[in-house]
C-alpha cells in the first residue's frame, strides 16, 4: 500500500524514504494525492446517500448522513494499484512517473463539480512537515470519473471550457456518446445502447411483454428508457407503466411508485437507477408485502453486494447485465494487504476498517459522522486482518467496475507513452506536429486518447468515433449461496460484435428463479395459440388483446399472430385451424349413401321398364298393346330404360367424354321419348278423324310417317348437341371457389346457351304433346290414352319446372343429385301414368283385354 499517514486533526502526509509533508484539508473533505510529472484525477463515489437533502442553494447545506461503500474504495485502490503498477514498467512511460489526485464525489452532483474544480486548479493547500517547501498540488490534465452518468455530465459541462478529458468507468448513458456536446469524454464502460439492446432481447427472449420500467429522474434514465421503448417495440413489448421517481425520494414520491406497481398486473419489473436510491424502493416494497416481482437490474446495480444484504429476500432470482468481468493479477493480494496501522493513514481507510471490525482505531483520522458512533467501540487490536472475513472490498472474483478503472488508467498511460515517443513530422496535428508534455495540454491529451488501442490482460482494448469500447456483458443470476451470500452466476452473455441472431446466448438450466424455479408470466394478456388472432382492445396497448379463432378457409401456424392466413384454392384448414391440409375432391360417388340411393332407383327404374317391354312383348298380340300403337310403346319404352341407364352417367367422378356423353345422352334419349309420346298423341287424334266419313287423314300419319316424325324430332336435338359440343362443350372442372373443406369435381355445361336449348327444345316438344293429349282428352272410346299422356306431361312439367331455381341454386354432388333425381322422376311419371293402366288390364283384368271392351264408346 502506498504510506499515506494522517494525523489526528485530519492532516495528510506522504510517506516517502526521505521526509514527509501532510496535507491538511478542509473540514470535512479528504482526497488522496501522490506526486509525479502527470497527476491523475479521480472521482469515486466513496460515501452515498440513499435519500438526498434538498438544496435551496441560499444556505449551507446541512450535514447528510453518507453510508460508507467499500465497493467504491476498492474501484479508488484498483486506480492507486494501477499507477503504481505503470510507474515500475519500464516499457510504458519510462521517463515518466504518474500521481494521482483522488477525492470523493458523495454520488453528488454539487459535491462532485466542488472536487473536480480541486482536482484541476493546482491550487496549493494547507500543508506542514518537512517535505512540504514545495507542496504544491499539481493540476490535473485527466480526470478518472465519475461513476453516475448525471454527474459525469455535470463535470463535463462544467470542465468542457477548459477541454479537460474526462475517462468515466461506470457512466453509460448513450447521451454521453454525442460528440458535438461532449467532445471530451471517454469511457471504458460501454453506452446504454448496447446494453438496451440486450436489455430488450432479454425480456423478448422469457416473452415477457407486460414490462414495469421505472427510474430515478436523471439524463440516464430519462435516456435509458427512451432507448429501451423504442427497441422493445420491435419484439411488441409494452410497458405497463413508465415511472420515473425524483432523487430526493419522498414519502409521497414512494407511494406513488407503489400505486403504480400495485396498480398493474406485471411482474416484472426493470429499474434504472444506482442502488442508493432503490435501497428505499425495496424497504417499501417490503413494508407493503410487494414480494412477487421479478426483477431486471441495469448495470448501475446488477452486481451491487449492498443490495442483497438488505433485501436477498426480494431480489433472489434478480437478473441483469454486468459489465466485462476481468482478473487483475495480484490486486487482491495488494488490497489485503491493509492492516490497523496503515488504515489509520487515511479517512477513507480508517472508516472501512472501523466498519468492518467493528472498532475503534487508536488515534483514528476518521472525522466522518460515524465518528460518535465509533467513540462507543472497543479499540481495535492491531491483530485484525482482511483475510479472516469476507468484504466488498477484498472480493475480486466479480472485477468489472474496477477492472473498468484499470483500463482506464492504462489508456490514458498508453495515450501519454504515445506522445512521448512521437516523432516530429509524423504527429497528429497540423504539419505532423506531435504532442507537448511540458506543458501538457489537456486537448492535445485526449486527442491521443482517440487514437489509442492497446492490449490490455489479452483483451485487446479500442474505442469507436464516440469514443465507446466494444460492448461486451454478462448476464448474471441473482443466487444465494450455502451460507446465505450473493452468488453472482454467469448464465448467459451479450456481445454486440457478434451477428444480430447470435449475440444474445443464455443458459437456461442455470438459472434459479425466486418462485417455484420458475419463470414469471408478464402478459397483459395470454398468448393466442395457433388457430387464432390477435384483436387488439380499443383504447389499450399492442400488449392487450383478445384472441379470435380465423375464419372459415383461413389458418395461423404461429403463437400471437396477428393475422390469419388464407389458404390456398386446394388446400382447407384443419379442425385446429393451424395448417393447410388438401381439400377432399368431392362428387357423387357409388359408394356415398346419396349415390347408392340413386343408382338403386335408376336400376330399379330400368328393370321395371324393361319388365314392362316383356310384358308388352308377351301380350304384342292383345287388343290393348296392339290397340295403343305397339311400335311406338316398344320405342317409347326402350327410351325410357334408356333415361334410366344414362342416370347412371350422373354418378362417379366426372371426366370430360363422361360430361359429354353425359348431357348429350340425357337431351337426346328425353328428345325420342317425348318424340315417341308427341307421335303417339298425334295418332290418337288422327285415328279418330279417320272415322269420320270421307276422311283419309290415317294415311297420312302411318307407321312410317310416325317414325319419320320421330326420327327428325330426335335430329334436331342431335343437332343442337352437336353444336353445342363444337362450339364450347361440357368438361369436368374442380372447383375450389367455395368456401369449402372440398374440391368439388363437376361437369360443367360448358356453353350455357346450348345446355338451355337442349332443355328448352325438351320442353317444347312436352308442350306439343301436352297441347295435343290435352284436345284429345275427352274422345270417345276405352282406346283413347291421350288423359293419361295429359297426365304424364302434367307430371313432367311439375317435375322439371321445379328442377330449375333448385338445380340452379345448388352446387357440387347436390347439383348433380338434383339433376338425376329430375330425371328419374319424369322417367317414372311417363312410364307409370302412360303403361300402369294397361299393363294393369293385361295382368289383373284381362277380361277387358278384348276389342268389345276397347271399343265401347
Known amino acids: ?84 503498477e505503470i510507474n515500475q514498467r519500464q516499457d510504458l512511460l519510462p521517463n515518466l512517473s504518474l500521481g494521482y489526485h483522488i477525492r470523493d464525489s458523495c454520488d453528488d452532483i454539487p459535491v462532485s463539480i466542488e472536487n473536480s474544480l480541486l482536482l484541476v486548479n493546482g491550487q496549493p493547500d494547507k500543508t506542514r512537515g518537512s517535505g512540504c517547501a514545495n507542496a504544491i498540488r499539481e493540476p490535473s490534465p485527466v480526470i478518472v470519473g465519475d461513476a453516475a452518468s448525471g454527474i459525469s455530465m455535470a463535470v463535463l459541462r462544467t470542465l468542457g471550457s477548459f477541454n479537460i478529458p474526462l475517462v468515466s468507468y461506470f457512466a453509460s448513458c448513450a447521451c454521453l456518446s454525442s460528440k458535438k456536446e461532449f467532445p471530451t469524454f471517454m469511457r471504458t464502460m460501454p453506452s446504454d445502447e448496447f446494453q438496451i439492446k440486450a436489455l430488450a432481447k432479454l425480456v423478448h427472449y422469457f416473452q415477457w411483454t407486460w414490462v414495469g420500467v421505472i427510474g430515478v429522474e436523471s439524463d440516464y434514465a430519462n435516456f435509458a428508457i427512451q432507448l429501451f421503448l423504442k427497441e422493445t417495440a420491435r419484439y411488441n413489448v409494452c410497458p405497463a407503466y413508465v415511472h420515473f421517481y425524483p432523487v430526493t425520494l419522498t414519502t409521497k414520491a414512494v407511494q406513488e411508485l407503489m400505486n403504480a406497481i400495485k396498480a398493474s398486473t406485471a411482474t416484472v419489473i426493470l429499474n434504472f437507477s444506482g442502488e442508493s436510491e432503490l435501497q428505499t424502493i425495496l424497504r417499501e416494497c417490503r413494508k407493503q408485502n410487494i414480494t412477487h416481482l421479478q426483477w431486471i437490474a441495469s448495470e448501475a446495480w446488477a452486481t451491487s453486494q449492498a443490495l442483497w444484504n438488505e433485501f436477498h429476500d426480494l431480489l433472489e432470482g434478480t437478473l441483469g447485465f454486468a459489465i466485462r468481468k476481468g482478473e487483475i493479477p495480484n490486486l487482491g493480494g495488494y488490497l489485503r494487504e491493509m492492516s490497523a496501522s496503515n488504515a489509520q493513514t487515511s479517512h477513507f481507510l480508517a472508516e472501512f476498517w472501523e466498519e468492518t471490525f467493528n472498532c475503534r482505531i487508536n488515534g483514528s483520522v476518521n472525522t466522518h459522522v460515524h465518528e460518535k458512533e465509533a467513540q462507543n467501540k472497543e479499540a481495535c487490536s492491531g491483530k485484525e486482518s482482511l483475510d479472516n472475513v469476507y468484504s466488498t472490498f477484498t472480493d475480486v472474483s466479480q472485477l468489472r467496475v474496477s477492472y473498468n478503472v484499470y483500463k482506464a488508467v492504462h489508456l490514458i498511460a498508453h495515450a501519454l507513452h504515445d506522445m512521448s515517443t512521437c516523432i516530429p513530422g509524423q504527429g497528429p496535428f497540423e504539419n505532423g506536429t506531435c504532442g507537448s508534455l511540458n506543458p501538457l495540454l489537456p486537448w492535445q491529451l485526449i486527442s491521443y486518447m482517440k487514437r489509442t488501442n492497446f492490449t490490455i490482460l489479452g483483451e485487446f482494448v479500442h474505442f469507436d468515433e464516440n469514443g465507446d469500447p466494444i460492448a461486451s456483458y454478462d448476464l448474471m443470476n441473482w443466487q444465494v449461496s450455502s451460507d446465505g451470500l450473493l452468488q453472482l452466476v454467469k448464465v448467459g452473455f451479450y456481445d454486440a460484435s457478434l451477428k444480430e441472431d447470435s449475440d444474445l446466448v443464455i443458459n437456461e438450466s442455470l438459472i434459479r428463479w425466486q418462485r417455484d424455479n420458475k419463470a414469471q408470466v408478464s402478459m397483459c394478456s395470454k398468448s393466442c395459440l395457433p388457430g387464432s388472432r390477435k384483436a387488439r382492445r380499443k383504447g389499450q396497448p399492442i400488449c392487450c388483446f383478445d384472441c379470435i379463432p380465423c375464419a372459415e378457409g383461413e389458418i395461423s401456424n404461429q403463437t400471437d399472430s396477428n393475422d390469419c392466413l388464407r389458404c390456398s384454392r386446394e388446400t382447407w384448414p384443419n379442425q385446429a385451424r393451424d395448417k393447410c391440409i388438401p381439400k377432399a375432391i368431392e362428387y357423387l360417388s357409388f359408394q356415398e349413401p346419396l349415390g347408392i340411393v340413386l343408382l338403386t332407383v335408376s336400376s330399379f327404374g330400368a328393370c321395371l321398364t324393361t319388365a314392362v317391354l316383356c310384358v308388352f312383348m308377351i301380350y304384342r298380340n292383345t287388343p290393348v298393346v296392339r290397340g295403343n300403337n305397339m311400335e311406338l310403346s316398344f320405342l317409347l319404352l326402350m327410351f325410357l330404360c334408356a333415361c334410366f341407364l344414362i342416370s347412371l352417367t350422373f354418378i362417379g367422378k366426372p371426366t370430360d367424354w363422361l360430361c359429354q356423353i353425359r348431357f348429350t345422352a340425357f337431351g337426346v334419349s328425353f328428345a325420342l321419348c317425348i318424340a315417341c309420346i308427341l307421335a303417339k298423341t298425334v295418332v290418337v287424334l288422327m285415328a279418330f278423324k279417320a272415322t269420320l266419313p270421307g276422311s283419309d287423314v290415317i294415311k297420312w300419319f302411318g307407321p312410317i310417317q310416325q317414325r319419320f316424325s320421330v326420327i327428325v324430332c330426335a335430329l334436331v336435338q342431335v343437332f343442337i348437341c352437336i353444336i353445342w359440343l363444337i362450339t364450347k362443350p361440357p368438361s369436368a372442372a374442380y372447383t375450389t371457389e367455395f368456401l369449402s373443406p372440398t374440391i368439388i369435381v363437376e361437369c360443367k355445361v360448358g356453353s350455357e346457351i346450348g345446355f338451355w336449348c337442349a332443355l328448352g327444345y325438351i320442353g317444347l316438344l312436352a308442350c306439343m304433346c301436352f297441347l295435343i293429349a290435352f284436345l284429345a282428352r275427352k274422345l270417345p272410346d276405352n282406346f283413347n290414352e291421350a288423359k293419361f299422356i295429359t297426365f304424364s306431361m302434367l307430371i313432367f312439367f311439375a317435375v322439371w319446372i321445379t328442377f330449375i331455381p333448385v338445380y340452379v341454386s345448388t352446387h357440387g354432388k347436390y347439383m348433380v343429385a338434383v339433376h338425376v333425381f329430375a330425371i328419374l322422376a319424369s322417367a317414372f311419371g311417363l312410364l307409370l301414368c302412360i303403361f300402369a293402366p294397361k299393363c294393369y288390364v293385361v295382368l289383373l283384368r284381362p277380361e277387358k283385354n278384348s276389342k268389345k271392351h276397347m271399343m265401347k264408346k
Open 1 to 84: 500500500m502506498d504510506q499515506i499517514q494522517l494525523n489526528k486533526g485530519g492532516k495528510m502526509q506522504e510517506s516517502t524514504d526521505k521526509d514527509e509533508c501532510v496535507y491538511q484539508g478542509d473540514e470535512g473533505t479528504h482526497s488522496f494525492y501522490k506526486g509525479g510529472d502527470v497527476i491523475l484525477g479521480g472521482l469515486f463515489p466513496l460515501h452515498y446517500s440513499p435519500v438526498s437533502a434538498v438544496q435551496s442553494f441560499q444556505s449551507k447545506p446541512e450535514p447528510t448522513d453518507y453510508i460508507f461503500s467499500p465497493r467504491a474504495l476498492r474501484w479508488m485502490q484498483t486506480m492507486i494499484f494501477a499507477v503504481a
